[in-house]
């Protein structure tokens, strides 16, 4: 164990340091949320049935969500980028824990997004959105979206190194914005066709953004929601737990049988 928090710290370092020397992308990738909040929010906004305050109130919860699922995005390149670069195969000769690799790749995302969403939390509040929940509730929906974007990052990792193909990732990443519009993260999902409902209603995305709402006391779940909307706290943990079981082993092996 001891082993693998060293290693993966190594590789927590060389991420870091990465981002570091190039900030770049990290500035534009955080700017996005904050743009599609003052766009989405003034645009938007005013041709939809809640007041503008009301729904920019409405979004910020919603674009915090897609920030998390952003991880998959952030993941995907990442890794694709690593493994054209070679620099998978180097860390492959090194007497180092198999886990430590991609354990310290999503960690390094985690701790990058948690302060990249301060920008976005400030302009929430400058545009009228406000935490109704208290402090607990807000340290419980902060600890949810980290929880889901180190979820996503996993998928991503996983995705990335099966790829292995820098550009391919970027192209196949883009597509995934279209995953929050299939989602409550932009408007309420009551209004949408039954079928279409029923699609966002189970997206991850949408627990999570109903349940950043709720612990915010920003709005309440919809009582005729689906089971993981109607329950967004619990719905979304769930979906969380669910995302890594099944991608930290998936991206751990793919991961060990890069050398094959």
Not at 72 to 94: P, Y
Not at 177 to 194: H, Q
Not at 239 to 256: E, I
């Amino acid at each position: 164990m001891n082993a693998i928090a060293y290693d993966s710290g190594a590789v927590l370092g060389r991420h870091l340091q990465r981002i570091r020397h190039a900030p770049g992308v990290v500035i534009l990738t955080q700017a996005m949320p904050v743009n599609m909040l003052l766009f989405f929010g003034y645009v938007f906004g005013s041709a939809l049935a809640m007041p503008g305050e009301q729904y920019r109130a409405y979004l910020v919860p919603g674009l915090l969500a897609a920030t998390a699922a952003g991880g998959i995005m952030t993941g995907m390149f990442q890794a694709s980028q690593d493994v054209q670069r070679g620099v998978m195969d180097r860390f492959l000769t090194l007497p180092m824990s198999r886990v430590a690799v991609p354990l310290g790749q999503t960690a390094a995302d985690l701790l990058t997004t948690a302060a990249g969403m301060v920008p976005l939390l400030l302009v929430g509040l400058a545009v009228g959105w406000r935490i109704e929940g208290g402090v607990l509730g807000a340290l419980g929906a902060l600890g949810l979206l980290l929880l889901f974007r180190f979820a996503a990052n996993w998928v991503g990792t996983y995705l990335g190194l099966l790829i292995r193909n820098e550009e391919a990732a970027g192209q196949l990443g883009a597509t995934t914005f279209i995953l929050p519009l299939l989602s409550n993260a932009y408007i309420p999902a009551e209004g949408l066709p039954g079928w279409l409902r029923v699609v966002a209603e189970w997206n991850p995305i949408s627990a999570l953004a109903a349940a950043v709402r709720d612990l915010c006391g920003n709005a309440a779940p919809a009582a005729d929601a689906a089971w993981p909307v109607a329950h967004p706290v619990a719905g979304s943990l769930l979906w969380s737990l669910l995302l890594l079981a099944l991608f930290v082993p998936l991206a751990v092996r793919r991961y060990a049988r890069s050398d094959a």
